[in-house]
C-alpha cells in the first residue's frame, strides 16, 4: 500500500488558486490516485481521481506528471466553503484505504 | 437510497452499555466499510465487508467491538461495554467491489460514553 505525504496545513484567501501536492513515491502500477474532501462533522467526499496526466471535473483539477511519484489537486479560485480537510490516496487492489491527517486548508476572506 | 445513511446521528451512553450503530450502504455496493474519527485526528479503519463476508478486520480495536452485515445490505458495528476512550464519530462507507478507491461515506454516528 503505497504511503503518502502531504502538507499538514495551508491557508488560502478567497479567489486564489490552491495547489495541493501529495507524494506517494512508492505507487504501484496499477495504482490510482484519489482525493477525498472532508468538512467538519461530515464524512470525507470523493472529489477527484486520477491515473496519469490531467483530470478535470467541476470542483477540481488533478496533475500527475509522469513518474506519478506526485500529484498536485488544484482548487481553483477557492471560497471560504472551500475550507475543509483533503486528503490523498493511493492504491486499488487494498480493501483497507488509509487515511493521513490530510491537509487542513483555510481560505480566508 | 441515493447515499449512505447511518443511524442514529448521535449516540450518548454511560460507560459500560453496549451500543449499536447502524449502516445502509448504498444499492449495489457489496463492500462496506467501518471507521472511526477521534476529536480532531484522521480516519481510523476498523473493519471492512464483502457482501456478509468479513475478510478484514485488523483495525478492531478490541474484542468490545464487533460487526456484522446482513447479505450485501445493512451492517451493524457493536460496541460491548464502552469505554470513555471509543468516544468518536462513526463512519461507514461502500463502495463497489472493483473499487474500493472510492469510497462513498454516511453522515457519522457521533458516540459520546459518559
Known amino acids: 500500500l503505497a504511503k503518502t505525504t502531504q502538507p499538514i496545513s495551508m491557508d488560502s484567501y478567497e479567489g486564489q488558486e490552491v495547489n495541493i501536492t501529495c507524494s506517494h513515491n512508492?505507487?504501484?502500477?496499477?495504482?490510482?490516485i484519489t482525493w477525498y474532501q472532508q468538512f467538519p462533522s461530515q464524512g470525507p467526499r470523493f472529489i477527484i481521481q486520477?491515473?496519469?496526466t490531467k483530470v478535470t471535473n467541476e470542483v477540481a483539477s488533478l496533475f500527475i506528471p509522469a513518474d506519478r511519484k506526485s500529484s498536485t489537486l488544484s482548487l481553483p479560485r477557492v471560497s471560504l466553503s472551500d475550507t475543509a480537510v483533503y486528503y490523498c490516496?493511493?492504491?486499488?487492489?487494498?480493501?483497507?484505504?488509509?487515511f493521513g491527517t490530510g491537509t487542513r486548508l483555510q481560505v480566508f476572506p | 437510497g441515493a447515499g449512505v445513511s447511518q443511524s442514529p446521528s448521535n449516540k450518548v451512553t454511560e460507560k459500560g452499555k453496549d451500543v449499536e450503530l447502524r449502516c445502509d450502504p448504498i444499492?449495489?455496493?457489496?463492500?462496506l466499510y467501518w471507521y472511526r474519527q477521534s476529536l480532531g485526528q484522521g480516519l481510523e479503519f476498523l473493519i471492512y465487508?464483502?457482501?456478509?463476508?468479513?475478510?478484514?478486520k485488523s483495525g478492531l480495536p478490541s474484542d468490545r467491538f464487533s460487526a456484522e452485515r446482513t447479505g450485501e445490505s445493512v451492517s451493524t458495528l457493536t460496541i460491548q461495554r464502552t469505554q470513555q476512550e471509543d468516544s468518536a464519530v462513526y463512519l461507514c462507507?461502500?463502495?463497489?467491489?472493483?473499487?474500493?478507491?472510492?469510497?462513498?461515506f454516511g453522515p457519522g454516528t457521533r458516540l459520546t460514553v459518559l
Open positions: 462507507a461502500s463502495s463497489l467491489a472493483t473499487r474500493p478507491d472510492t469510497q462513498y
Open positions: 512508492n505507487i504501484a502500477t496499477n495504482d490510482y
Open positions: 490516496l493511493v492504491g486499488l487492489n487494498t480493501d483497507k484505504l488509509i
Open positions: 444499492s449495489g455496493h457489496t463492500a
Open positions: 465487508f464483502q457482501g456478509n463476508s468479513a475478510p478484514d
Open positions: 486520477g491515473y496519469k
